[in-house]
């Protein structure tokens, strides 16, 4: 039986990002402007966690909530684990011809 790999363990003051969602329900392609309104959603928005908790939800499991502060955003917003992930660091370029 195969079994899925663990998710990355996020820490407080890790960089983050919600994963990339390229439904857009909201939008139905004969719209005017459905090119537009999907470009936006498909931007993951980016930030740092700021506090990891622990809640109860309605069945009794234990789930996992984060605090994000988002770029731009003046207050953090709670966010399920699983709609997050590990921002990756940019790419640092060395110039090896010296």
């Not at 390229?22 to 700021?50: D, E, K």
């Not at 605090?67 to 090896?96: C, F, K």
């Amino acid at each position: 039986m195969a079994t899925s790999p663990k998710p990355t363990a996020l820490q407080v003051g890790d960089r983050v990002r919600e994963r990339r969602s390229l439904n857009c329900y909201f939008a139905h392609p004969t719209s005017a402007n459905y090119q537009q309104i999907r470009q936006i959603a498909s931007q993951a928005r980016q930030g740092r966690i700021v506090d990891i908790e622990t809640r109860t939800v309605g069945n009794g499991r234990q789930c996992t909530y984060l605090r994000i502060l988002w770029d731009g955003a003046s207050r953090p917003t709670s966010h399920a684990r699983q709609r997050i992930e590990l921002a990756t660091p940019e790419p640092v370029v060395t110039d090896t011809l010296q």
